[in-house]
């Protein structure tokens, strides 16, 4: 796993820049071909929530592309975060693997 100092780009950044902007559609567009609501998609766009399985799908059909592309984004958001967020990256140092315990 490579681990930078700089953060990946959102699924939120993604579908601002790469796709609103450039279409000239707006949020509201956005989740009215999507089916839910505009504030789903401005949570998503704002970086307050998180993409799921279902609006991954939902996004690869808009947008003609893989879910995969927009979990692959998330997942390596939330991996970076877990690693430089300070409280979470001490929990996580106290893991130790399953063979120094039990051999």
């Not at 902007?21 to 704002?46: D, H, W």
């Not at 970086?47 to 692959?72: C, H, I, Y």
Request: glycine share 4%.
């Amino acid at each position: 796993m490579i681990i930078t100092k700089r953060r990946p780009v959102s699924v939120g950044e993604m579908i601002t820049k790469e796709y609103l902007e450039p279409l000239a559609i707006t949020q509201g567009q956005l989740a009215e071909v999507m089916g839910v609501s505009r504030r789903t998609v401005n949570e998503i766009c704002t970086g307050k929530r998180a993409v799921s399985v279902d609006t991954a799908l939902m996004l690869a059909k808009v947008f003609e592309n893989t879910p995969d592309f927009w979990l692959n984004m998330q997942r390596r958001n939330d991996v970076w975060a877990a690693l430089h967020t300070p409280k979470r990256r001490a929990r996580i140092a106290k893991a130790r693997p399953i063979r120094e315990v039990f051999t």
